[in-house]
């Protein structure tokens, strides 16, 4: 069985940042994209960023230039650097893979649990 344990979310005032982080453990046999989204209380959940294999990324608008996401490959981890971070971002940030697990023969979507982010002064 697979999944992703998040961590590194916090209170944070304006202006600072915060780093998270999601690690995929259990049986998994193979990772392809790997990507952290948000749900903002009254809305939908939001792509935030996401990464693929290779290191290609992409990030919504209105994160472009404040947020880098990486990966390392090794430990089958996914981060999320967050700077400059505003009271907008306050959100629930997931963590999501598409990934093999070992014993399946098709890649599903794997969700994590959610870390809380709050900025506020």
């Known amino acids: 069985q697979a999944q992703l344990v998040e961590s590194g979310g916090g209170l944070v005032q304006p202006g600072g940042s915060l780093r998270l982080s999601c690690a995929a453990s259990?049986?998994?046999?193979?990772?392809?994209?790997m990507g952290w989204y948000r749900q903002a209380i009254g809305k939908q959940r939001e792509l935030v960023a996401g990464?693929?294999?290779?290191?290609?990324?992409n990030y919504a608008d209105a994160v472009k230039g404040r947020f880098t996401i990486s990966r390392d490959n090794a430990k089958n981890t996914v981060y999320l650097q967050m700077n400059s971070l505003k009271p907008e971002d306050t959100a629930v940030y997931y963590c999501?893979?598409?990934?093999?697990?070992?014993?399946?023969?098709?890649?599903?979507?794997?969700w994590g649990q959610g870390t809380r982010v709050t900025v506020s002064a």
């Open positions: 259990g049986r998994v046999f193979s990772i392809s994209t």
């Open positions: 990464i693929t294999s290779a290191g290609s990324t």
């Open positions: 999501n893979s598409r990934l093999l697990a070992a014993g399946r023969i098709t890649y599903a979507d794997y």
